[in-house]
Structure formats: structure tokens, C-alpha cells
């Protein structure tokens, strides 16, 4: 398997948001996490990618067999774990070019191998941009700085594209999109599709689904999963909403 | 009575007076030279040393420099090490002029001077007073304010230095670069001293650096003094790379016509204890000054920079964007006067001061100070100071990035706002390459 994720409780400025969540991932799969605001999604997300101001306090994850609570964040990229951001972050005066090549480079540092010269730099990812239809002058402009909200998703899964991660996380990618870009993002996201990767998405609505075809989906629930089953779970949470599910668990 | 703070320092005001005695006798000035000297002296003497209870010193105390006891060198000759220093320099692909000062002494080995347009001269201040230059003669001390103790102290034991003069209507376009080099173990003590004139719709492009080849203990007590014709326009860079241990005072004034524009950058890396005084004094209508600051420090350094904006004509703007990153222990002072005169009607000042604070134990000391007599005038200013942003940081990581290069990105991009506008590619690249090598 992928990624296990055991028992994992985390708790954000002393409030826990994670109650115990266990997952397991295998290669080839896609997994929907959908919840109502506020059940710990995007915590859940966070927590994986290691981001600071998130205590884990019990549980374990275990990526490719590798202990990821372990790791900083870079290693975790470089491990093969990749977040694309419910939002984007803005960076003025980092040139997406320079960040790119930084990503990359520090990725093959981390595993032994020599950096990767200008031109095949700039060559493969000019062939990544044409996945999901960038316009190559944004390698010139600051990190998603003035980005519109479609440029930004899309810009999340170029740099997945680029990073042929082996677990990649959509967080809410569908949030802020119109219905082409959902579709170009989507299409992109199905592309980098293999029997060796797998993807998790995170996402309110089952709109998405409708495009990157889950293969397990999972309720989210005040810090839980409570409920996991096939695609159409997310088909009778369209229908139904959330409340007939969360009904039957309130709180003790 | 004196002041306490100031007896701390009147051992080495004696020990200037002392040494000025030996210095007259062994470099003998033309008359009008001999004067201006005698009379600095005596307003150094009068004035001594500021303490921490002068306002404008509230917030560094420059009492450690003031006390370096050096042994004066006024003859100084680099020989056969100017080889060794040479591979050493700083922006050494930079195209165009340079003129090199090795220990405040010209050094020509060091130096190149290009094919220049008719009546440009460029040549080291002591030629151009050996040579009887009227203009120096003329010019010498004529923008600058000699009641300043620092100042006071450079024009009396001023020896060298450049000359730089761009007659009307001449574009120089190559740069001049003014390199100074402090070498050797002694401490030593140097007063550069620049005067720089362009005419009518001149233009230069000017790189002054401060550097050593030395980790020791010394002072530089550097004054460039600045005056632009009308429509004239500067492009000055410094580039303050001196010795971890180093005191390094600096006073740039600048003396703007109607219509020209002067953009200062004074980029801070270097030093141990640092004061930049930049003074543009805006005299004929429509000047546009724009005077730009960078300060990198770590350890125990402390930089100061205190900028003044004299507008004294009316239709003048002024820009001003000083942007710290502190680390360690270290402190940084930003003062930035902005002065308008009661003719001064539409005037457009901007100031902006931004600090990044790498560490809980570094300072900034940031105080704008507005005095505007004028009625009719915009003028802005405004300052930050903050920590690296985290989740921009978090961002780059999780692209694989390492944590200490996201951090070094996020500072190169923010130092940027200051580099980007400097249209000398060597320096940019060359300070940019500092930066990172320092933040390692």
C-alpha cells in the first residue's frame, strides 16, 4: 500500500479536529474525502503535507512504509507526497521559473541525483504545460501572483505534472473553478493517472466526481470517517445532502 | 561641565588634532585646500563626537569607532600585492571606469579608465588638486553640510578619492565604479572623499564600493558629495561590503537641479557597525529624487540609515523604499526625514520602510519624520515589520524545496524590490549571488 493512515488524531491551537481516522491507500486508486465545512478536511490535508501549527497527538501514517509524521514537509515532496492548495499561495517576486527549478533540483538532491541543466529544465516543462493548456509566459510571472482563480488550480496540477508525485491530494481544487476549467483540471488530474499513483480529493460537492471517477469515497465527519463505500456513496450525498449521515452521529 | 558621554570620546578628538598636526606636515595642501582644513578641524574639535543623547544618534552609539586607535597611514602603496587583491574584487566584469583606493590611496594598478567622451574628467581627487583643478577648488565642500562632525572630520584629513566631472549634454554610458579596499591587520582609518559634478542633461551611472581584504578592525569616514545640472541623471549604487568587524560611516549628499532625477540604492551587507547619512537636497523645481536602502545582518551588526529629503522647491517627488532583514542579534535604525519647505507647494513625497525579522532578538529602530511648512503637498510614508511569510514558505516546501533555500527565495524576493530597479546587471546578479551566500 501507499499510504496507511492509522488511528490519526490532531488538534489545531489546542482544539482536536482529528479524531481518529484510519485510511488505506493502494497504488491505481482513487479516493473522494468529502465532509460537510468544518468535519476536518482540510486538516486532514494539512497534516499530511506537514504543515506547522498542527499537533498530531496520536496515530501514525505510513508512506510507502516510511514513517511521513517524520518528515518535513520537502521531504515529504520529495518522498513522493504531493498538496495541491485549496488556495494557491501568492508569491510576488519569486519567479515561477526559479521556484520550479528549485523544486525540482531539491527533489533530486534529495534522492542522489545531479541537477537538472537549464535546457532540459525549460524542455520538460514546456511539455507539462501543454496538460492542462498554460499559457507558457506564466513561467515568467511571480508564483500565482494575479493569477485568476482557474489559472491558479491549474497551475497546482502542472507543478503535479512536473513532480510525478506517488499520492496526490486535491484540496477542494474544484472550489472557485467554472465548469471549463473543471473540466481542463479534471482531464489533467486523469491523465497523470497510473497503476502506480493514486489520488486523494477532498471536495464539498460531488460535482467533481462527475469528472475524476472515484473509486472509493469517504464521509468525513467531526473528525471521523463515517462512512466509506463505492462512487455512489457521493451520488447519494447529492441527492440527500449531508444530514440523513450525520444524523446518526451526534455527538455524546 | 562636559557631558559624561561625551569624555568617553575626547581622548580620540585630542588624538585627531594630534595626528591632523603630522598630517599637514607631511602633505602640505594648496592654500585654499590648507584653509578648509584648519577650518574642519577646529569644528570637529568644537563639535567632538556624538553620544546617544543627540538626537540623531539616539539609537547607535558610535562611541567603539570614534575610539579605534589606528595608526594614520598617509602614504600607502599596494606594490607587489596588487595581483593577489586584484581576483578579489568585487563586480569585476563590470564594464566601464574604475578607480581603486587601497587603505583611502589611490591605487593605480587596481585602476582602468576607459576612452572617454571630450571634457569628461575622471581622475583621483588628489590628481585633480595637485593639477590645480579650478573646478575642485570650486566645488570642494560646496554641497555638503561641514557642521556634521563626521563630515568635518573627512574634510580635514581628506587625501583622495574621486573626481568625477560629466560636462552638459554628455552621456557617459559606460559606469564608473569607485572601489574602496581596506587591507592589512592594523586598524586603520580612511576618509574618502568623492566629488562628483555633472552639467546640463548629463548622465552617469555611479558604483561606489566599500570593501576589505581584511577581517580586522578599521574605519572608513567616506563623503560623497554630489551636484547635477539641470536635467542631469544619476544612477548611484553602493554597495557596503566591508569586513564583519568593520565601522563604516558614510555621508552622501546630493545637490538636485531643476528637472534632474537622482536614484540612490545603498545596499548594506558588510560592517560591523554602520551609519549612512543620504541627503538629497531637491534645489530647482521638477527634481525627482528616489533614494533606496538594503540591510542584511546577522550576528551582531548594526546598520543605520538616516536619509533626508530636502524639498526645497516646489513640483519636486521624491521615492524612498528601505527594506532590513535582521537575523541574530543584530539591529537596524532607519530615520527618514522628509523636509518641505514653505515654497514647496506640490510636492510628492513617498516613503515606505519594510523590515523582515529572521530572529526574536534582532531590532529595527524606524522612525519617519515629517516636517512639512508647504500647505499644498502629498506625502506618504508607511512601514512594516513582520516575520517571512510562513505559508508562503510552507508553499514552496511542499513543491520539495528545502526549507532553508524557501527561506532564502522568499528574502531574495523580497531584497528584489530594492535590486530590481538597478540597471546594472553585474551588480545586481553579483549582490543578489552575496545575498544568498550570505543567508547560507
Known amino acids: 500500500m501507499l499510504l496507511e493512515i492509522k488511528n490519526l488524531h490532531a488538534n489545531v491551537e489546542g482544539k482536536e479536529i482529528l479524531r481518529g481516522i484510519n485510511l488505506t491507500i493502494n497504488p491505481g486508486e482513487v479516493h473522494a474525502i468529502m465532509g460537510p465545512n468544518g468535519s476536518g478536511k482540510s486538516t486532514l490535508a494539512a497534516v499530511l503535507a506537514g504543515r506547522d501549527g498542527y499537533d498530531v497527538t496520536e496515530g501514525e501514517v505510513l508512506f510507502d512504509g516510511k514513517d511521513l509524521l517524520d518528515l518535513a514537509p520537502e521531504e515529504r515532496a520529495a518522498e513522493g507526497l504531493f498538496l495541491a492548495f485549496q488556495y494557491p499561495v501568492e508569491i510576488p517576486g519569486v519567479n515561477t521559473q526559479i521556484f520550479l527549478r528549485a523544486a525540482l533540483n531539491g527533489i533530486r538532491k534529495y534522492h542522489g541525483q545531479p541537477e537538472l541543466d537549464a535546457l532540459s529544465f525549460l524542455k520538460l516543462v514546456k511539455a507539462k504545460t501543454k496538460l492542462v493548456n498554460l499559457d507558457e509566459s506564466f513561467l515568467k510571472r511571480s508564483v500565482n501572483e494575479n493569477f485568476s482563480g482557474g489559472e491558479k488550480k491549474k497551475a497546482e496540477i502542472f507543478q503535479m505534472a512536473l513532480l510525478e508525485p506517488k499520492v496526490a491530494i486535491l484540496d477542494e481544487t474544484d472550489s472557485g473553478l467554472d465548469i471549463d476549467a473543471l473540466k481542463v483540471v479534471s482531464s489533467g488530474v486523469n491523465a497523470l493517472k497510473s497503476p502506480n499513483n493514486s489520488t486523494i480529493v477532498i471536495t464539498h460537492y460531488q460535482r467533481l466526481l462527475n469528472y475524476i471517477v472515484p473509486d472509493f469515497v469517504h464521509i468525513l465527519y467531526k473528525g471521523q470517517i463515517v462512512r466509506s463505500g463505492g462512487k455512489e456513496l457521493a451520488l447519494e450525498l447529492e441527492e440527500g445532502g449531508y444530514d440523513p449521515i450525520t444524523a446518526q452521529f451526534t455527538e455524546v | ?440
Open chain 2, 1 to 440: 561641565m562636559a557631558r559624561t558621554q561625551t569624555n568617553l570620546t575626547q581622548g580620540a578628538v585630542t588624538r585627531y588634532e594630534d595626528a591632523f598636526a603630522q598630517f599637514e606636515r607631511e602633505h602640505p595642501a594648496p592654500a585654499w585646500l590648507q584653509t578648509k582644513r584648519r577650518e574642519a578641524i577646529q569644528t570637529f574639535a568644537r563639535l567632538g563626537f556624538p553620544t546617544v543623547r543627540d538626537e540623531e544618534w539616539k539609537y547607535t552609539d558610535i562611541t567603539p569607532a570614534a575610539n579605534l586607535v589606528a595608526t594614520p597611514i598617509f602614504h600607502f602603496e599596494l606594490n607587489g600585492a596588487a595581483a593577489q587583491v586584484r581576483t578579489q574584487l568585487p563586480f569585476q566584469t563590470l564594464e566601464g571606469h574604475r578607480l581603486a583606493f587601497v587603505n583611502g590611496h589611490y591605487a593605480p594598478d587596481l585602476s582602468h579608465i576607459g576612452e572617454l567622451p571630450t571634457g569628461v574628467e575622471i581622475s583621483p581627487l588628489s590628481e585633480a588638486i595637485a593639477a590645480d583643478s579650478e573646478r575642485v577648488q570650486q566645488a570642494f565642500g560646496r554641497s555638503v553640510n561641514g557642521e556634521e562632525t563626521f563630515v568635518a572630520l573627512n574634510t580635514a584629513f581628506a587625501q583622495d578619492g574621486a573626481f568625477v566631472f560629466v560636462p552638459a549634454d554628455v552621456e557617459l554610458v559606460e559606469p564608473v565604479h569607485l572601489l574602496f579596499l581596506t587591507t592589512g591587520d592594523a586598524a586603520t582609518v580612511s576618509h574618502p572623499r568623492n566629488l562628483i559634478l555633472l552639467g546640463h542633461n548629463a548622465s552617469l551611472k555611479l558604483v561606489e564600493t566599500y570593501c576589505s581584504s581584511t577581517e580586522g578592525v578599521y574605519l572608513t569616514n567616506a563623503v560623497t558629495e554630489i551636484e547635477s545640472g539641470a536635467g542631469a541623471r544619476i544612477e548611484h549604487t553602493k554597495a557596503q561590503l566591508e569586513s564583519p568587524k568593520a565601522f563604516h560611516v558614510s555621508t552622501i549628499q546630493v545637490g538636485a537641479a531643476r528637472d534632474s532625477q537622482l536614484r540612490s540604492s545603498v545596499l548594506n551587507i558588510g560592517g560591523r557597525l554602520v551609519r549612512n547619512n543620504s541627503i538629497a537636497v531637491m534645489q530647482g523645481e521638477g527634481a525627482e529624487v528616489t533614494l533606496n536602502g538594503l540591510v542584511l545582518t546577522d550576528h551582531e551588526q548594526h546598520i543605520d540609515n538616516h536619509t533626508t529629503m530636502d524639498h526645497a522647491q516646489p513640483h519636486c517627488a521624491s521615492h524612498e523604499m528601505y527594506a532590513h532583514v535582521l537575523n541574530d542579534k543584530s539591529v537596524g535604525v532607519f530615520n527618514g526625514k522628509i523636509f518641505v519647505r514653505l515654497d514647496a507647494q506640490k510636492t510628492d513625497a513617498k516613503q515606505s520602510n519594510r523590515t523582515i525579522l529572521l530572529s526574536g532578538d534582532a531590532t529595527i529602530n524606524a522612525k519617519p519624520q515629517l516636517e512639512i511648512l508647504a500647505d499644498d503637498v502629498r506625502c506618504t510614508h508607511g512601514a512594516t515589520i513582520g516575520q517571512l511569510d510562513e505559508t508562503a514558505q510552507f508553499y514552496l516546501q511542499t513543491r520539495g524545496v528545502p526549507a532553508r533555500e524557501a527561506r532564502s527565495i522568499l528574502i531574495r524576493a523580497f531584497a528584489g524590490e530594492v535590486l530590481e530597479p538597478i540597471s546594472l546587471e553585474v551588480v545586481r546578479d553579483e549582490m543578489e549571488a552575496r545575498i544568498t551566500a550570505k543567508l547560507k
